[in-house]
């Protein structure tokens, strides 16, 4: 809401001084509440300006932890919300805030770790026994620990696991309470463990001598999906840029661009919208 008051309280000032206020300051930019993931990784820089060149429209990301982004969308400091916790997202939507939830793209996540492995989970495709064996070492491990996309999902993998992460708690188990490439940057620093999206990996810089320890569990699936805020809930949205950019996001060129972001011919990110929405 601060963007909105800021925006016309401006436009009224250049108004009383005889001044009219720019259109494209004003009218030609959206704000999507979006992950860290599709930041860090490279995405958006890759895909937001094909989509402004091709429609005019500005797309400013805020880009925070998935919990976060919902509560920015909910307060109406967004446009789009562009994130990967689908039930989160559904009650987002059925809740009234968003419009329809449409499923994007998806990739996986992958528990990264340090060459030692103090767990012995190299090799894993089980992330269940993989984490069972890591809580049995009391190995240390960095979670995000900010209600995030990539949080929640790493919770539900320790839940299905049988352990009690809140109780190992600043033990072995360190919540960083940071984005994704932060927590990268702790884990490695410190000798530890950590759930990554595969793309933030890929796109990581500070790999050092980590490796993947466990892929290739189906669990560890990671859909992203993207919601229109809801400008009946939201009077301040601006629906028909917004929806511009969500039509073109699920769009056959959309999906394209998002296919064609590669990083040493590693695609990141795999599209898979569907017309009818989900």
Avoid: C
Wanted: proline residues 4%.
């Amino acid at each position: 809401m601060l963007r909105r008051q800021f925006l016309t309280l401006a436009a009224a000032g250049l108004l009383a001084a005889g001044v009219s206020a720019p259109v494209q300051a004003q009218d030609t930019f959206i704000i999507v509440q979006s992950t860290t993931s599709t930041q860090n990784s490279g995405l958006f820089e890759f895909m937001l300006p094909k989509f402004q060149e091709k429609t005019g429209i500005e797309v400013r990301v805020v880009a925070v932890g998935t919990g976060q982004a919902i509560k920015n969308a909910a307060n109406g400091d967004g446009d789009v919300l562009f994130v990967h916790a689908k039930p989160a997202e559904e009650k987002f939507v059925a809740d009234g805030y968003g419009v329809k939830r449409f499923d994007v793209m998806y990739n996986d996540f992958v528990v990264v770790g340090p060459p030692a492995d103090p767990a012995g989970i190299a090799g894993s495709s089980d992330i269940t026994d993989a984490l069972k064996k890591i809580a049995e070492a009391k190995a240390p491990f960095a979670s995000r620990g900010d209600d995030s996309g990539t949080h929640k999902a790493e919770l539900a993998l320790w839940a299905a696991a049988g352990v009690d992460v809140a109780a190992a708690s600043g033990g072995w188990y360190r919540e960083t309470g940071s984005g994704m490439g932060a927590t990268l940057n702790t884990g490695t620093g410190m000798g530890a463990y950590v759930l990554t999206d595969r793309a933030t990996w890929i796109s990581f810089g500070n790999k050092g001598a980590y490796r993947i320890a466990v892929e290739g569990d189906e669990r560890m699936f990671n859909q992203y999906g993207i919601i229109l805020v809801n400008k009946e809930k939201l009077p301040n949205v601006k629906a028909d840029l917004g929806q511009q950019f969500v039509d073109w996001v699920i769009s056959e060129e959309g999906q394209q661009v998002i296919a064609d972001y590669k990083i040493d011919g590693q695609q990141l990110f795999f599209p898979n919208a569907r017309p009818s929405g989900s």
